[in-house]
């Protein structure tokens, strides 16, 4: 029976006051400074995002965690876990989990006593199964759907979760952003309300614009300490940089790193930038006619890339980095990195092994405004793949309508284009675990493929095993499969960069951008 | 070379303003014609540290946001809006002449139909109808120039079925029609050559607008896509720019204005020294 605590810092931050310790040891400086002032109550902090969900249509549901304005449902409602700065995972709702199956198949989660829902009502087992029911119903989140068999009550502040297959990384599944805990209800109801038991309330609402929250003064942790938040969407950077000169702003959340020395010119302002953030990955069509049939050129493409020039020319040479051709980020401690990082030559005669000597011109790769640098991004990109003689024709496409039209082409490219998705940072079972879906959208249709089954019974073994360093072992392996197949390019990673006036305390920038959390962030 | 009993010369020196304007346009072709082999470096290769100041030994007008000689895609950045426009515009004038000109010549049903039918979309805001277009089937050069065409074609049948309109009663037509000349005859043979002028200013006047509407849907992420250079687009990445590098904003909005302030120009003062205002609803210098 694996108990899941890893013998790491994670052992020493689960329990009272962990949040506080983890912190500390994210060791920024406005952390460290809003650590060692007190904090103060009152005021207002108005923020700026520069992607919404589209869901937030109309007031109907603007409030339910699936569809808010954005996806930090973090001020209005709680999960399980958190994972913090450092990307380990924190008590929230619950105060302890365990696997009580030596399997990793059957965890069990003490919910703290004593909180509260924003209507009053105190937070029970009930309301945790009851979300989760929904969570994993037809209606529900992807993760909790392909994973969770069902959740029962396993003591008065207790909850078993039967999870379909072994999951050792539990802790970090329970953090989901859109796993929060509501009060109970049945599926088709559930959540329209807009009650959580976060820090903020819903108080004012404009959809497809903004949201404004007030203080939950009943709050059951620490804070909150602005009176009122506010969250803006702007539909540029340009704007959102007005804005925050015009003083409308007091932050803006993940902005274009370009932007970053016109705000570092600006007084009362402070640059933050988060471990890691999101990476940019493209799919490689599977299917007959397909250049990418070919492992070389897909290896090739890989090689030709010169994401040292993308990290010095589009991200200021600091805020970004290298991925290795899995959905890992560089901060995640199993992260294997790759062993060349650029090799034009080795591109040229994979390239001339697969029949194309002379050069390859590839299928237009498409990309969307997911991100306010990424036109540059695929620029260089596209620039520098030419050393090896790759023409790669890129293209734009309006971010309306794209997700679905990137997957939109079942019968010809096996269900994907040759397109950009984004992908989050998060652990490293669910970053591998995407790869081991074959019919994921993201991850990159490889099979069916030996070395493929190879993956996905190695994922299947890691996914059971509680040891961390066991765990690593098998991780490696992994990543070593990917880099070799190379089943979709990960082009470049971001580090996620926030600013703030410099008034604003307790704000740390989070590489995962949903679990930044506004509980403890004051104004001095 | 005469143009309507007049010395070319004359026409195109006709004002100052004309003389600047067909300067300014012949200017304009001629770079885009031989930027290709006048440029210092290639229009997507990245040759230096991004936003390099002008004035600088390599890059005499700096570079870009990611370090592309900012005077190669200047010269480079006029061929797509040019080429666009301008086919766009001859298609819309060419056909909109025919119907123009049948309309005027038919009356009737015919007339009314082809009039409705430019009155709808005249009704329908241009960058708005360009807009959906291109969202609809993409934002490929082949799309921007059939929608340009589109949208010229009903403002051109107007303005040339009002010139044919004129021209209809007269006896040279009446005389055609009782040689027993064809209907098509008469429209292509009689009428078309004495609209022509009108057609040709239509042409110019109706290019510098869709320069504009083509550099606009690039700045709005609709038209030209990267990393082709284009002068609208160049705006568009450098717009955040405005504080810390205005000349990625101010040198292609130069070169913009000084095409589409030439094209008009150029068209109004050829207008005039061939005494089309009145045809085209305009008083004159």
């Known amino acids: 029976m694996g108990k899941f605590k890893n013998p790491d810092r994670r052992d020493v931050l689960i329990g009272a006051g962990s949040t506080m310790v983890a912190a500390s040891l994210a060791g920024s400086l406005p952390m460290s400074s809003a650590l060692a002032a007190t904090p103060k109550k009152g005021g207002k902090l108005t923020y700026a995002i520069l992607t919404r969900n589209s869901k937030h249509k109309s007031l109907k549901n603007a409030k339910h965690p699936y569809s808010g304005l954005h996806i930090r449902t973090k001020n209005v409602y709680n999960t399980l876990t958190w994972v913090d700065q450092g990307i380990d995972a924190q008590p929230e709702v619950a105060t302890k989990w365990e696997a009580v199956e030596a399997d990793q198949t059957v965890w069990e989660v003490d919910i703290r006593e004593g909180i509260k829902f924003h209507d009053g009502r105190d937070l029970t087992v009930e309301d945790v199964i009851s979300s989760y029911d929904f969570h994993r119903s037809k209606k529900g989140t992807s993760f909790a759907k392909k994973m969770l068999a069902k959740v029962e009550k396993a003591g008065p502040n207790k909850a078993r979760f039967f999870m379909k297959s072994p999951n050792s990384e539990f802790a970090w599944w329970a953090a989901e952003y859109r796993q929060v805990i509501m009060p109970a209800a049945d599926v088709a109801t559930i959540g329209y309300d807009g009650v959580g038991s976060g820090p903020f309330k819903f108080a004012k609402i404009d959809p497809k614009r903004s949201v404004t929250y007030e203080a939950n003064e009943n709050y059951w942790g620490e804070g909150p300490y602005l009176d009122t938040l506010e969250t803006v969407f702007q539909p540029s950077m340009g704007s959102a940089m007005n804005g925050y000169r015009s003083k409308q702003f007091d932050m803006v959340l993940s902005i274009d790193p370009a932007m970053v020395p016109q705000f570092e010119k600006m007084a009362d302002t402070v640059v933050d930038v988060a471990k890691a953030g999101s990476q940019m990955m493209a799919i490689l069509p599977k299917y007959e006619g397909s250049p990418f049939m070919d492992k070389r050129i897909r290896q090739a493409l890989t090689l030709a890339i010169d994401r040292q020039k993308i990290i010095d020319i589009v991200y200021g040479g600091k805020a970004a980095w290298i991925p290795n051709d899995t959905h890992m980020a560089d901060f995640n401690a199993d992260f294997l990195a790759r062993d060349v990082v650029r090799d034009v030559n080795k591109a040229k005669q994979l390239l001339a092994e697969a029949g194309h000597a002379g050069g390859i011109t590839l299928p237009t790769l498409y990309y969307s405004s997911y991100y306010p640098e990424i036109d540059r991004v695929f620029q260089v990109m596209s620039e520098s793949v030419k050393d090896a003689g790759i023409t790669m024709p890129i293209e734009l496409k309006q971010k309306s309508g794209y997700r679905k039209w990137r997957v939109e082409d079942k019968k010809k490219t096996r269900k994907h284009r040759f397109a950009m998705g984004p992908v989050g940072p998060r652990n490293p079972g669910a970053n591998l675990f995407r790869m081991a879906r074959p019919t994921y959208n993201e991850s990159g249709y490889w099979h069916p493929n030996a070395r493929g089954d190879e993956y996905i019974a190695l994922y299947k073994k890691a996914m059971a095993t509680g040891d961390t360093l066991k765990r690593r072992e098998i991780y490696h392996e992994m990543q070593r499969i990917l880099q070799d197949e190379v089943p979709s390019l990960f082009i470049i990673g971001r580090r996620t960069i926030d600013v703030f006036r410099s008034d604003v305390q307790g704000w740390k920038a989070h590489s995962q951008g949903w679990s930044g959390k506004f509980d403890k962030v004051w104004r001095s | ?285």
């Open chain 2, 1 to 285: 070379m005469l143009v309507n009993d007049k010395p070319l010369l004359s026409i195109v020196t006709h004002s100052p303003a004309t003389t600047i304007g067909v300067t300014l346009v012949t200017l304009h072709l001629l770079n885009a014609i031989f930027a290709p082999l006048l440029i210092p470096y290639g229009s997507t290769q990245l040759a230096g540290m991004p936003l390099i100041a002008p004035g600088h030994p390599d890059f005499l007008l700096g570079t870009d946001v990611i370090g592309r000689d900012f005077l190669s895609r200047l010269m480079m950045g006029g061929r797509t809006s040019i080429t666009v426009a301008m086919i766009g515009v001859m298609g819309a004038v060419i056909i909109g002449t025919f119907f123009a000109v049948s309309a005027a010549h038919f009356g009737g049903y015919y007339d009314d139909v082809v009039m409705r039918i430019v009155d709808t979309k005249l009704s329908i805001p241009g960058i708005l109808f360009v807009a959906l277009f291109v969202v609809g089937f993409g934002r490929s050069v082949t799309v921007l120039t059939i929608v340009v065409g589109l949208s010229y074609f009903p403002g051109a049948v107007r303005t040339i079925r009002a010139q044919a309109l004129t021209q209809v009663p007269l006896a040279y037509v009446k005389a055609a029609r009782l040689r027993g000349e064809s209907a098509l005859s008469v429209i292509i043979r009689e009428l078309t050559p004495n609209v022509i002028e009108v057609v040709v200013v239509e042409f110019a006047i109706r290019t510098s607008s869709a320069i504009l509407i083509v550099s606009a849907l690039s700045f709005l992420g609709l038209g030209i896509s990267p990393p082709t250079a284009d002068w609208g687009l160049m705006v568009s990445e450098g717009v955040n720019q405005i504080y810390e590098a205005p000349w990625l904003i101010l040198l292609p909005a130069v070169f913009i204005s000084t095409l589409v302030v030439g094209l008009n120009f150029a068209s109004d003062g050829i207008a005039n020294a061939l005494g089309l205002d009145a045809a085209r609803g305009l008083g004159g210098h």
